[in-house]
């Protein structure tokens, strides 16, 4: 877990951190999803697969509407393993950028709350803003609001508040 500062007002997310997430949670969880995805393809792959016989449906119609409902939810539950598979690759990649980026920065740096919702909003699979910021700033490139009140504030190690925005830090 990252270090907890000031009651819950800061958070110290470091390179270690993101390295211990992706590489134990993340990929951990990914690897072990893929397994019981396979596992699923092997009885379910394929529309006749997910088409079990309950009976004749021309002499038993509710043996046909069982069939369906089956089919229809072995369907969605492959959709929902393809999605899921391809979110965690998605996190476990944007993880990765971000310990490119934590790299680059210098050791004592902090990263404010835009720039991490934007390292994390680029790993979204469906396109989220994201920026390429190692060292600087990709102001504009997210094309939105952060949902925040205005610029970013932390404290730093002696407890002062720091209004400065991450163009000034350069």
């Not at 958070?11 to 396979?38: H, N, P, Q, W």
């Not at 394929?46 to 309950?54: L, S, V």
């Not at 002499?59 to 509407?65: E, F, I, N, T």
Request: proline fraction near 4%; charge should be negative.
């Amino acid at each position: 877990m990252p270090e907890d500062k000031d009651d819950g007002d800061t958070i110290k997310v470091t390179l270690d951190y993101l390295r211990g997430l992706r590489t134990d949670e993340i990929d951990t969880m990914r690897e072990r999803f893929s397994a019981k995805k396979t596992a699923f393809d092997q009885y379910y792959a394929g529309e006749a697969a997910k088409t079990p016989r309950f009976g004749n449906p021309a002499l038993l119609p509710s043996a046909g509407v069982l069939a369906d409902e089956v089919k229809q939810a072995l369907t969605k539950v492959e959709e929902l393993f393809d999605k899921y598979e391809k979110d965690l690759l998605a996190i476990s990649k944007g993880i990765a950028d971000s310990e490119l980026v934590f790299d680059d920065l210098e050791e004592d740096a902090e990263l404010t709350a835009d720039q991490l919702n934007r390292i994390f909003g680029s790993s979204s699979p469906s396109g989220g803003a994201g920026g390429d910021f190692p060292g600087g700033s990709s102001e504009g490139s997210s094309g939105g609001s952060s949902d925040g009140d205005g610029p970013s504030s932390s404290t730093d190690e002696d407890g002062e508040e720091t209004g400065e925005d991450e163009d000034e830090k350069d």
